[in-house]
């Protein structure tokens, strides 16, 4: 009898959960058409089903999609200007971005350095960019200023030291506006082949005036979602080896003379204070069989400077038969690296010679 009269109730007239004062008439229908003995019971189960209906209102008003809400929220476009393959982890690509899969953010009130969200780490989850602490929503009026870097703060670089710093350039006129800066130090940048093998790079970046509208379409191409591309404030030099014939080339190191290794970098002026004459000693102890294909010798992460160029190889290799050593050859190839700049050396051993070049191989990231 108990389990006909409540399949009564949850019919598709009465659906079990559309609302109490759909049970409370199903009930009462009920109740005028029993026996008492049941009409007790009715009562009590009534009751638990009121109370389930006031918690599954409930869990709705918390749980189910909030249009309005979602439409709101702060979405991340992240992109970041192109390279090549290196030794040191570089991103180089959307992918590599997601590769990473984490970057730290944060958002400003615009043109100030009042915080609309702290710091904060950005995750790629699946095929976006989310907020590790949950959904954050665009403010209902105003814009906001952002800055990002990669890696995320939890596995910053060591040679970024305390990290970068955000801040804004007052321009003190009303014709011009205010602007964005971004500061830090590059404590120790690691000088050997092994010190950069799983050096990662540090990349960030700068978005003025986003807003929910995309009221600025110029830097905020898509209305809601924060438009970041990544910059390199680094440079990087990458090794070729090729010989004019085919040839058996061993290579023990390749060392670049008095390099600055530390410097301090703003986002508005660029690098200073550079300092720390270093050697970076490419250690590779390799014979590499040339064919006429390129051998690719790595790659590394530089601070951008003014470059007296002096580069000391040691190799050796077979002219008919007779070996060649050098333990001391030279070359000197003066160069000016530049922020977000790649520069190829290419060593090419000709009958009894290796020369370097680089003239021909530099390009923009």
Known sequence: M????????NTAETPLYKGFQTHEVCF???????????VK???????????????????????AP??????????????????????????????ALQTEAAFTAAA????TTTAYFSPVQIDWVTDSWEFSDGKHYWPTSGSLDFFAY?????????????????SVIDTNDDKEPDAQEVSFTCTSLPMTSAGQSTLKEFIYALAAD?????????????????ALTFKHPFARIKL????????????????????KATGSYTHSAGWSSLDDNTDLVVTLNQTYSITGAVQDLGSYIMIPQAWAGVIEVSASWKVWDEPIEDEGLTATVPATWQPGYSYTYSFTISERDLIVDSSKYTEQW
Not at 151 to 163: F, I, Q, T
Request: charged content about 15%; overall charge neutral; aromatic content about 6%.
């Open 2 to 9: 108990r389990k006909n009269l409540i399949t009564s109730c």
């Open 28 to 38: 009462k229908n009920l109740i005028q058409t029993s026996s008492k003995p049941t």
């Open 41 to 63: 019971w009715l009562v009590m189960m009534a009751a638990l089903l009121l109370t389930a209906c006031s918690s599954d209102s409930s869990d709705s008003d918390i749980y």
């Open 66 to 95: 909030n249009t309005s809400a979602e439409a709101n929220r702060i979405r991340f476009n992240a992109d970041v200007w192109r390279m090549m393959e290196t030794r040191a982890a570089t991103f180089d690509s959307q992918s």
């Open 108 to 111: 400003y009130t615009h043109n």
């Open 150 to 166: 990669m890696p995320a703060s939890a596995s910053l670089p060591s040679y970024m030291g305390a990290g970068p710093t955000y």
């Open 210 to 226: 986003q807003d929910k509208a995309g009221t600025n379409s110029t830097l905020q191409p898509t209305a809601g979602e924060v």
């Open 240 to 259: 070729q080896l090729s010989a004019s014939q085919s040839k058996e080339v061993t290579i023990n190191t390749i060392t670049f003379k008095n390099i």
